[in-house]
T-cell receptor
Framework: SQTIHQWPATLVQPVGSPLSLECTVE??????LYWYRQAAGRGLQLLFY??????ISSEVPQNLSASRPQDRQFILSSKKLLLSDSGFYLC???????????FGSGTRLTVV | TQLLEQSPQFLSIQEGENLTVYCNSS?????LQWYRQEPGEGPVLLVT?????EVKKLKRLTFQFGDARKDSSLHITAAQTGDTGLYLC??????????????FGQGTTLQVKP
């Protein structure tokens, strides 16, 4: 069966520090991968998506970047965190536009 | 810009009541999905609707996709406290590539009181 792992679950980082959030998928090949950010109790904003290794599309200009070094691994990074980067980050995958997303359990990032 | 407007944003009802949540857009979508999310967790897919006018039932939940594929609704019959959560609609805009990229509504927070 397919599973998605996202870690860490919670992270508190000082302003100006680097960030690396990792997401891995098991049980499928060549998935579409996504990073979303969610404000408290609200909808999801798409940050990055990837349809293959090394292929990254950015949806909004920001202080973050993404990479896909392996087929089932998706990484969200920042060189220097800002206070406004705080939020709930969600990784998700699917296999095409008529298929629903499977989400990871999320990472609560607080920048202090 | 394709937007999905959800209403209401907040809903607080007593156990046993019925409710409907709406998801509207001026754009056409190839498909619409509904998710339910509990605090501190990722959203969980409830249903995907693809055909205009389609109705799907999941126990006490009824989902409908508008004939023009621009809107959708979620109806819950005899709500239970376990239905409490954030409900999100999400759609794939018509004409988009096969990236599966979803546009999300802003969510409806449902509280069912005992």
């Amino acid at each position: 069966s397919q599973t998605i792992h996202q870690w860490p679950a919670t992270l508190v980082q000082p302003v100006g520090s680097p960030l690396s959030l990792e997401c891995t998928v098991e049980g499928t090949s060549n998935p579409n991968l996504y990073w979303y950010r969610q404000a408290a109790g609200r909808g999801l904003q798409l940050l990055f998506y990837s349809v293959g290794i090394g292929q990254i599309s950015s949806e909004v200009p920001q202080n973050l970047s993404a990479s896909r070094p392996q087929d089932r691994q998706f990484i969200l990074s920042s060189k220097k965190l800002l206070l406004s980067d705080s939020g709930f980050y969600l990784c998700a995958w699917n296999i095409g536009r008529f298929y629903g997303y499977t989400f990871g359990s999320g990472t609560r990032l607080t920048v202090v | 810009t394709q937007l999905l407007e959800q209403s209401p944003q907040f809903l607080s009802i007593q156990e046993g009541e019925n409710l409907t949540v709406y998801c509207n857009s001026s754009s056409v979508f190839s498909s619409l999905q509904w998710y339910r999310q509990e605090p501190g967790e990722g959203p969980v897919l409830l249903v995907t609707v693809v055909t205009g006018g389609e109705v799907k039932k999941l126990k006490r939940l009824t989902f409908q996709f508008g004939d023009a594929r621009k809107d959708s609704s979620l109806h819950i019959t005899a709500a239970q406290t376990g239905d409490t959560g954030l409900y999100l609609c999400a759609g794939v805009p018509q004409g988009s590539s096969n990236t599966g990229k979803l546009i999300f509504g802003q969510g409806t927070t449902l509280q069912v009181k005992p």
